[in-house]
């Protein structure tokens, strides 16, 4: 149903497929018998690309993370799975953070919110930590000065209610903040899509339209305040930043968007769709 396709852009709220079609399907997978692949999150290194991306495990019906590479945008080479546990895992949200790579999936099914290392990057990851308990849908992690923060879904099958977090150090502990929940009651823009960006100084908070249904398309929401007191947001006016074709790979829905700013000034971002009768 899900596969992963690039946009491109002058800027991150006015993307086009790069390409007609998926760059990576489930027909790609070659170690597991997949049914989708999904939520695309890159990271660039060394002058390559790396792509993590949920891959549903036909035989299981568990969610694992795996990889695929690749040295321009069109063309990417699928590796292998790269971490899976006895529990779904899917939303590999990687960074960067002093020279190691942290990735924080979602990982409900273990009841709480995991951290992993890779200890040979990109291969090979292990367990930290476990940031928060409870369940949590799509937990997306970033730093602004010296906080860290993080978004995450604690209602992970009605897709209404976002919580929000901040700590001194990354592997905690983490404080709920004082506004959280932030979103409740709202399957509009409550659950995470996507990487936070920093853009011309902004924050911007992608968000998953689950309205009408699950992942139907991607808006997008301006951080006005973000203080370990305050908080606030507003949706950006040019509507969806993501929605469906009606026809082909992404004719149902949208869900997901990462993006990055490129040495030229244009923008690049993975993305997935769902394809099927809208």
């Known amino acids: 149903m899900w596969s992963i396709s690039i946009y491109t852009g002058s800027s991150p709220f006015t993307l086009e497929p790069f390409q007609g079609g998926p760059v990576l399907t489930k027909d790609q997978v070659i170690d597991v018998r997949a049914d989708f692949v999904a939520d695309p999150f890159m990271l660039q290194h060394n002058d390559r690309r790396y792509m993590f991306f949920e891959v549903m495990n036909a035989e299981t019906k568990r969610g694992e993370i795996a990889l695929a590479t690749g040295n321009d945008a069109l063309t990417w080479s699928y590796q292998q799975v790269v971490l899976k546990e006895p529990f779904h895992l899917s939303y590999p949200h990687v960074f960067k953070f002093q020279d190691a790579f942290f990735m924080?999936?979602?990982?409900?099914?273990?009841?709480g919110v995991c951290l992993y290392q890779a200890h040979d990057f990109p291969l090979h990851w292990s367990y930290v930590a476990r940031l928060l308990e409870g369940e949590f849908a799509?937990?997306?992690v970033f730093k602004v000065d010296d906080r860290w923060w993080m978004f995450a879904c604690s209602t992970p099958y009605q897709h209404d209610t976002l919580r929000l977090y901040h700590a001194s150090r990354l592997t905690g502990p983490w404080t709920e903040h004082p506004r959280s929940p932030?979103?409740?009651?709202?399957?509009?823009?409550?659950?995470?899509?996507?990487?936070?960006?920093?853009?011309?100084?902004?924050?911007?908070?992608?968000?998953?339209?689950?309205?009408?249904?699950?992942?139907?398309?991607?808006?997008t929401f301006e951080i006005l305040e973000l203080t370990p007191n305050s908080y606030s947001e507003v949706e950006i006016g040019h509507g969806p930043v993501l929605k469906p074709s009606g026809l082909g790979w992404n004719a149902r829905g949208m869900h997901h968007i990462d993006a990055h700013q490129q040495s030229d000034g244009s923008w690049l971002a993975c993305v997935d769709g769902a394809s099927g009768t809208k």
């Open 138 to 140: 799509d937990p997306t």
């Open 182 to 219: 932030i979103i409740t009651k709202d399957r509009r823009r409550a659950r995470p899509a996507g990487r936070i960006l920093n853009f011309n100084n902004k924050l911007f908070r992608f968000a998953q339209d689950c309205l009408e249904r699950y992942g139907s398309c991607v808006r």
């Open 104 to 111: 924080t999936p979602e990982t409900l099914g273990a009841g």
